[in-house]
């Protein structure tokens, strides 16, 4: 951060309207980075197990592992920015942080803003009631109720029956939701749990954070099968303002080399217990 | 003679009166604060509170503190030089000074503080200005505020008598001389209890910069929250934290006042 910080201040006196180039040609975002001698990783602890703040008071989850994996293979450190998923998944991030590693669901208008590598894992979209719910049975009963999403995320999305994945083709099962969004999942699991059709029928949300509420012991439970299969990837911004072209295609390698060596197949049964790397 | 000591008695009677009056006005005061507070614990207790997961996190979040007085103390401190230049800039006779300083207060007071930490923060690094997240809450802090600020200021400004003004300018001191020695330091004790009160105010606004990703205390307090699905305890916890800023900074922004009045009391 620091370094930068200089970087800046140098722009500001000479009154550049870009950030200066180094000495000599113009580097790219990978060579910044190795030479930096730290990756800077945003990753929005509202979204346990796969990031959040740990018991004493650190980054933990399954991201934040991912992540130090990754830093590691590029021979640097990492370091963590934790800014709202608004600003993350909007791109244009000035150079703030590197890349995304924070379970970001590929799909087509984010492809416009943001790079993506291939996915390192799969997490099924999957709807939950309250636990005292006896009205609903199929997913389909849902048609025409009040679903609680996180606002701008796939889940809202699929409800409105706009949602294109890349890799995936979806099928709109609940149709006319009354939808109800949210600045997370968290939030809506928990107006949920105030009582059945207290303010939400259902909400919609990624398995692994339903059955991690359930754990938990919020009085929720699962409504019939995964509507569909999130495709899961790092994001490099696209409007980077280093060339991001080598930096993507090595985060790729490197997501390639941890699922063929199983360190992602280890650190999804760690912090989810089923294998969430390979599609369904 | 005897009349003197019996105007000396009936004097005596009479503080003694006040003084008890007084007395018996604050208990009732102190008896109404209690009846509340334990009205409001009442409710509270109501909401089934997990009290061992609020302590068990209470060192978390109190970490965030300092971060919140930091960056809410810089911030006002910037904001009193900007708000003074554009009070100044708005009272000047110079066309561009008091066109920058009302455009300036009119663009800050009609946005939301929100879009303008955006603007900072994700707008900035646009034109190659990458503040970290920290600065970049300051600086929109400070922006913000000092357009209040310089309302303040410029009201202070005003209140001192135009009278005393020219009796110094009669006297040959400069403009500056007369700003510096008879106005400002009249315009301040007029200016402190506003002042107190934005900054106040700033404690809960500076919860802002959280989205930016600054570790203060609504940060820690929602982040905590949304993993335990416990967000009601956390916020209240918070909460009663930045209460307790605010009785402990207006304890120390009436002192402050007593200090200024001080001139002007008989």
Redesign the interface.
Known sequence: ?RR??GA?AV??VVG????PAGAGAPRDLLDEVLARGFLFV?TD??Y?PQS??N?R?EMDGFDVDVAKEVARRLGVRVQF????W??IV?G?????WDVSIGSMTITEDRQKVLHFTPPYYFTPAQFAVHKANTRFRAVTDLTGRRVGVCGGCTYELYLRGTLKLVGETVEFKVRNAVIRTYE?D??A??DL?LGDGVRLDAVLSALPTLVF?IK?G?PIKLLGDPVYYEHLAFAVDRFS?RDPTRFVQRLGEIVQAMHADGTLTRLSLKWYGVDLTKKK | MAHAGEAAAIEQAVSRRLAAFARAQQIRLALVWVGLAAALGWLFARFRFDYGFMVGWAAFLVRGVPITIGVSVVSITLALVLGLVAALGRLSGNPVAHGVATFYTSFIRGTPLLVQVYLIYLGLPQLGIVLDAIPSGVAALSINYGAYIAEIIRAGILSVGRGQVEAALSLGMTRTQVMRRIVLPQALRVVVPPVGNEFIAMLKDSALVSVMGVWELTFRATKVGRQYFRSLEMLVFAAAIYWGLTILFSTLQSRVEGRLARAYER
């Open positions: 951060m930068r910080m800046v722009a500001l550049l309207a870009v950030l945003s602890p509202n346990a959040f703040i018991a008071g920015v934790t800014p709202a608004e600003a909007s244009r991030w000035g150079g703030r997370t968290a939030d699991i928990q749990a509420a938990r919020v303002l």
